[in-house]
């Protein structure tokens, strides 16, 4: 969230070039009667309101922890402002869903607010309390003391459909109650905040234009619903915005509002998306599901029975694509419920039946395991491919095929090397493998026993991302 600094006749001229490269793109995202679009701006502007916020940060001096010790203080006597406290101002959008004053915004607006100040397009001006709060979904409720004021409908985002046209209002660089029109561009995108590093999925994908200060504005419907909360864009990108889905909201505004948080269930495993080798590997024909890494102690999961190398295929008859879509499956229960899980496990399909729990603060939320990439393929040893590769050992797991340039090749590793231990850990089949592979990250040095010709070396590599 940044602010206009300076008006300039450069900063004119920019607009003006800028405005007229977009001239074509903004003719061809109106719809045919535009009245529709300035239709539904007059009926839903008063109930979209500016967000200022105030953040008092407390900056330390380096010299602080020298001049608190009495010994330097004689010397030297006392330094002024060893430490500050510096105003930090913020800017952002919301919308009032319900007429007794609650409006709905971002998380990251709001996040560390000293001073809350809600601005309605009347002018009118009041100060804004955090009901609620949710940093893994980026939602927030705020609540002002104000009676009958215009509301947003909240729409269903699950039919909204990509290719229909789209309204965003918001408060961008300070700029209250600015429209932009689009296209509802795509739907189910994952993205990730690059400060806090969290991973967001499900986002709705926009070319209406969103800028610094829209965050926490709607993104509406041509029948004037909200369908999505304005939340991020790529910096170095045109035409490329994103927001939650209002779905996504409105199973958690109960829990906001009530209780000021969000009480999640926990499955509690480790999970990695299935490639193509994968998924050959464990005998599917599609590379679908949640590759069960690793299970923690005591969780849901291992009282279910679930194993490592299983893997979830479908959530109460769900499908289960992918790492992100279990997540977002679980996420969306509630801690008490059963939940019947069909899981993949030695080339057939079983059912077993798992009763969340809540997730604790204690308790790490169930990570996605990094996807790394070591420069090679293995496989379990076979007669063949002792055949083939004239191994002198059946213990471990061999190596088929090695890619060129990749981290193994740079190491000297070839096909018909076999691999004994990972980080001085013993692999005895291709489950070990997978196990040691799921605690490996990018960046992670790895110290590989191999055995060739009946000869063993320890083999160092880089872990690169995949």
Do not use: C
Request: proline fraction near 6%; aromatic fraction near 6%; charged fraction near 25%.
């Amino acid at each position: 969230m940044r602010r206009v600094f300076s008006r300039g006749v450069f900063g004119v001229l920019v607009l003006v070039l800028l405005a007229a490269v977009n001239i074509g793109w903004a003719a061809s995202a109106i719809p045919e009667n535009p009245d529709i679009v300035a239709d539904i701006v007059e009926r839903v502007s008063p109930a979209v309101v500016n967000i200022d916020t105030l953040r008092i940060a407390v900056y330390r001096s380096p010299l602080a922890p020298f001049f608190s010790d009495p010994f330097f203080r004689r010397f030297f006597g006392d330094i002024p402002e060893l430490e500050r406290q510096v105003p930090q101002k913020g800017i952002g959008t919301g919308f009032v869903f319900r007429s007794d004053g609650y409006i709905l915004t971002n998380e990251h607006v709001i996040h560390g607010a000293n001073k809350i100040k809600v601005t309605f397009i009347d002018g009118k001006e009041y100060e804004g309390k955090v009901i609620g709060a949710d940093p893994l979904t980026d939602i927030a409720v705020v609540k002002i003391d104000a009676d009958n004021l215009p509301t947003i409908p909240l729409g269903d985002s699950d039919k909204a459909r990509v290719g229909e046209f789209v309204i965003a209002i918001g408060n961008p660089y300070g700029l209250s109650h600015t429209v932009t029109v689009g296209v509802l561009s795509a739907k189910g995108r994952p993205i990730s905040a690059g400060d806090s590093g969290r991973e967001y999925e499900n986002f709705l994908q926009t070319d209406a234009a969103i800028n610094p200060g829209n965050s926490g504005g709607p993104l509406l419907n041509l029948r004037g619903e909200v369908i999505g909360i304005n939340t991020a864009i790529l910096p170095y990108a045109q035409g490329i915005g994103f927001a939650i889905p209002i779905n996504m909201a409105k199973s958690i505004l109960e829990q906001l509002i009530e209780k000021g948080r969000v009480v999640r269930a926990w499955l509690g495993v480790y999970i990695q998306d299935l490639t193509p080798e994968l998924a050959q590997k464990f005998g599917l024909s599609e590379a679908k599901g949640a590759l069960v890494a690793d299970i923690s102690k005591g969780s849901p999961a291992e009282k279910a029975g679930l194993r490592r190398g299983d893997i979830i295929l479908k959530v109460d008859g769900k499908e289960i694509p992918t790492v992100s879509s279990l997540q977002q499956e679980i996420r969306s229960r509630r801690p008490g419920e059963r939940v019947r899980l069909e899981v993949w496990r030695d080339g057939k399909s079983i059912v077993l039946e798992a009763t969340l729990e809540e997730l604790k603060e204690s308790a790490a939320e169930t990570p996605e395991v990094q996807q790394v990439d070591l420069g090679f393929e293995v496989a379990e040893i076979t007669d063949d491919l002792v055949e083939r590769y004239s191994l002198r050992t059946t213990r471990g797991v061999v190596i088929v095929s090695v890619r060129t340039g990749g981290p193994a090749d740079e190491a000297g590793l070839r096909p018909g090397d076999v691999i004994l231990e990972v980080n001085r850990t013993e692999i005895t089949s291709l489950a070990d493998w997978e196990e040691a592979l799921a605690r490996i990250t990018p960046g992670d040095t790895v110290l590989l026993l191999i055995d060739r010709g009946g000869r063993t070396y320890f083999v160092p590599l880089k872990a690169e991302k995949r």
